[in-house]
């Protein structure tokens, strides 16, 4: 396993770069335990913090996962691929299917940390819904798992006098989710928008989905119009950029 590319490069991308190659060439499968500091300082020669770093680069890039005591490993959790236009088709929650079935390819995804209040909302969200900042939502906040692996964390706001006394205030909605329980209420989606951008977590949030040091999350705002343009829900969807592929798929 040499280390190739540019001899400009730092010494430690030099490493992740060989690194990297390996797996590649299936030298190392998921799951399989990388070479540690102590041997790749040994291989190439170089100080533990370039070891540290290299290794560092791989997890940053969500190829590697480190284990506390045990070393750096090859990811072996396959990523979702997020079908952002299939997943929201009407005939996805309307006829009873969840949403989030069109990422999973028949994995189970497990809901778990389920909590829903009636609460003030921050104003960028109250504007957004169209109502008072200081009149009450029904606020929904998830975290979903997939083969024990936290991916997800979603926090839906609906306006309260719209869902009161209905299944989108219970923590089980049934069948086909918060979108089919709004057709119920005759103000079924009839349009969605989602804004998409990147950055570093919160501490919380990195505890909540387990992140290793440097990994980056996805957020995305999507926000689903009724008839007439009435906002009916607003969802912070907050994801661990290594599990997910993000897929677009329209014509043109």
């Known amino acids: 396993m040499a280390a190739k590319g540019n001899g400009r490069q730092p010494k430690y991308q030099r490493i992740a770069e060989a690194l990297k190659e390996a797996i590649r060439a299936g030298e190392y499968g998921p799951g399989d335990r990388l070479p540690g500091e102590n041997d790749l300082m040994a291989t190439y020669e170089v100080a533990r913090m370039t070891a540290r770093q290299a290794l560092g680069v791989l997890q940053n890039e969500g190829i590697a996962e480190a284990r506390r005591g045990a070393g750096v490993f090859v990811r072996a959790f396959q990523p979702l691929r997020r079908r952002g236009v299939e997943r929201l088709a009407r005939e996805q ?14 994995r189970e995804l497990v809901v778990d940390q389920v909590t829903v209040t009636e609460t003030p909302v921050p104003a960028a969200i ?26 997800l964390l979603a926090t839906s706001y609906l306006p309260a006098d719209l869902v009161a006394d209905s299944a989108i205030t219970q923590e089980d909605t049934g069948p086909g989710g918060i979108y089919a329980r709004l057709a119920e209420l005759g103000q079924k989606p009839v349009r969605f928008r989602e804004e998409i951008r990147c950055r570093m977590p919160s501490q919380e949030e990195a505890n909540r989905l387990g992140l290793s040091l440097g990994t ?8 689903a119009f009724a008839d007439g343009g009435r ?6 969807m907050i994801l661990d950029s290594a599990a997910y592929v993000l897929e677009y798929d329209f014509d043109a």
């Not at 819904?129 to 024990?148: H, K, N, T």
């Open 126 to 151: 109250a504007n957004v819904l169209g109502i008072e900042a200081d009149q009450p939502a029904c606020v929904r906040s998830r975290r979903f798992v997939l083969e024990g692996k936290p991916v």
């Open 93 to 106: 929650w309307g006829e009873g299917r969840s949403i989030w079935s069109a990422d999973t390819g028949g």
């Open 216 to 223: 980056p999350v996805i957020l995305i705002f999507r926000t």
């Open 231 to 236: 906002p009916v829900e607003v969802n912070e």
